[in-house]
């Protein structure tokens, strides 16, 4: 769950404004939503062939939609994804168990009303009215040994460290466990400026304690400080330096490894959220790699879409064309706009692959997705990896690969 932030609710206590968030969905949470589609399908596939029962936690869960846009179509939230999925698995014999933790009342309403209707008899989905901090860990245990999946979507800085390695902790061992935590970067940059500040209020120090418990210490109000002064880097550097610290330390922590997938409110906007993914099975990268890749791709049209829709409107009445024309040209530029990046990605993760090859005679792609891709993570995906491969291969650079096997199990030899 996503929110607009002022001064005083970025620490994630005195949020007042969700109702208007779900009024409609935003473009960060469009790209948000599809990439968590696209990678809960094949996540709850591949783990069903080993267990009959997955459960999903969505520990900010909001209302479960949005309102209708001016379509009049209501946009799907999370919980929705969620009980949309376990109703097709359901027909192939997998029990996918939505649990959803919200302290909202009102939109507590709303999911109950939700989960009734995709589950009248209600054995698959739970609602909870309440903070995650307090129910987190306890919903981890009900999953028992059974593959479980949190999705963690706070506002602001609204969960602690502690409790994120709690839930993980009171897992079985050797259970099937995976986070998506939507990490705010934003926060943490505005809540970063207050470091500097002489003279901070009460209310200021509070906040930037709260900050301390999501991360896990104060140990990132010296880190913030030193990339942006002595590095001479913006904010914004300075919180994905935090963001990949924090990464470091939660696998310290639990030995969960991790991806981020930057979130924008626009392609050349700086990145508001880190999408994060810990995981510990070494499929997991490239198959949210390739959720990513799809996700963004959708979010590109949507944007385009928008784009289109707001140049039409300031153009009015008076036109020498009907609209369909338009969008039948707004089609082919995109066309156009995404066969030209898919040729650079191509061609950047042909250079990062002939670098890293050039330092080391094996790249196994379990370990190494994210510095093959490079720039290009989230963007592209297998379909590029494999035409990068082939054609390092035929320059004789490195090995041809193998039409066989998954991706995550190749190596790229030299």
Known sequence: MLTRFTPHNLDGEHVTKTDAFFQSQKPAAVLKHALLHRYLTPYVTMLGSFSQHIWLVDAYAGPGTY?????????????????????AQAERGLHVHGTFIERDPIHVQRLRSLVSQADPAHERHTVIEGDAQEHLEAVSNRAGSDPLLLFLDPFGTG???????????????????????????????RIGGLLNHEGRSLADEKTLTRVDG??????????FVTVRDEHAASAAAAARSVASQFRARVYNEIGLRSLAVPIRRRPNHEPLFLLTLFYT????????????????????????QRDLEAELERIGEGRLFPSEWDQELSDSELERV???????????????IRRHAQERSELPLADTLPLIYGETLALARTKHLRQAWDQLATEGVVQPRTTRGRLWKLVIRR
Not at 70 to 80: M, N
């Open 67 to 87: 309102d209708a846009d001016e379509t009049g179509k209501g946009t799907p939230g999370s919980p929705k994804i969620i009980c949309d999925l376990a109703t």
């Open 159 to 189: 969960l602690s460290f502690a409790t994120l390695t709690a839930a993980v902790r009171a897992r079985p061992a050797g259970a099937s466990t995976e986070i998506l935590l939507n990490f705010n970067l934003e926060a943490v940059w």
């Open 214 to 223: 999501f991360l896990g210490g104060t140990w990132w109000r010296e880190h």
């Open 281 to 304: 099975h070494p499929a997991a990268p490239a198959t949210f790699i390739e959720a990513a890749s799809g996700a963004n791709q959708e979010w590109r049209a949507y944007n385009r």
């Open 338 to 352: 995404e066969t030209e990046l898919e040729s650079e990605w191509v061609a950047q993760i042909v250079e990062n």
